[in-house]
T-cell receptor, first 114, second 116 residues
Framework: KAGVTQTPRYLIKTRGQQVTLSCSPI?????VSWYQQTPGQGLQFLFE???????NKGNFPGRFSGRQFSNSRSEMNVSTLELGDSALYLC?????????????FGPGTRLTVL | AQTVTQSQPEMSVQEAETVTLSCTYD???????LFWYKQPPSRQMILVIR??????QNATENRFSVNFQKAAKSFSLKISDSQLGDTAMYFC?????????????FGQGTRLTINP
């Protein structure tokens, strides 16, 4: 089975722009979670989508949004970029067939805001 | 809210030695999972080991084992016979054991270096 894929792998934007990141989960997985990783704040949960619905949400401003499509692929959007949005954005997918579902992580998208 | 604390920002040991990484957490939940994830320089997050809070027996995976002390809210990772490939950031993480609760809460990480 192919793993979780994220595109693009690297992205450079300027302040004020917006950006869209994509995550394709492992085939059959219906849950996709997004995390932001920065040196200062560490790994923080952004949100989780399951069956096209946002099911869990972290403490991020409304500039961060996401969606999930019927094929379980997910996109994350950040509007009005700030310097502090520079980070590694990781997505993780899980199958959600049992009480415990391992989250499989993608390689991440490195976003740099200039 | 749950918090996870890793008090060792960096550790360094010689190859073949045993190393223990510390993690403490705070939660009011009774049922939850604890994890250790490894993030090598490639940045790919890899699950090392998982512990269910309701299990008293400590989890083991080959050279990796944990010491889970539920009352003390402590969850340490022991790596035996360390190898160069173990060099990575290690994150301790918490997740509620509740249907629909897919949120992982991570510690700040410990950078582990295995020296030849």
């Amino acid at each position: 089975k192919a793993g979780v894929t994220q595109t693009p792998r690297y992205l450079i934007k300027t302040r004020g722009q917006q950006v869209t990141l994509s995550c394709s989960p492992i085939s059959g997985h219906r849950s996709v979670s997004w995390y932001q990783q920065t040196p200062g704040q560490g790994l923080q949960f952004l949100f989780e989508y399951f069956s096209e619905t946002q099911r869990n949400k972290g403490n991020f401003p409304g500039r961060f949004s996401g969606r999930q499509f019927s094929n379980s692929r997910s996109e994350m959007n950040v509007s009005t970029l700030e310097l502090g949005d520079s980070a590694l954005y990781l997505c993780a997918s899980s199958s959600w067939t049992e009480a415990y579902n391992e989250q499989f992580f993608g390689p991440g998208t490195r976003l740099t805001v200039l | 809210a749950q918090t996870v604390t890793q008090s060792q920002p960096e550790m360094s040991v010689q190859e073949a030695e045993t190393v223990t990484l510390s993690c403490t957490y705070d939660t009011s939940e009774n049922n939850y999972y604890l994890f250790w994830y490894k993030q090598p320089p490639s940045r790919q997050m890899i699950l090392v080991i998982r512990q269910e809070a309701y299990k008293q027996q400590n989890a083991t995976e080959n050279r990796f084992s944990v010491n889970f002390q539920k009352a003390a809210k402590s969850f340490s990772l022991k790596i035996s016979d360390s190898q160069l490939g173990d060099t990575a950031m290690y994150f301790c993480a918490f997740m509620k054991q509740r249907r629909g609760a897919q949120k992982l809460v991570f510690g700040q990480g410990t950078r582990l270096t295995i020296n030849p």
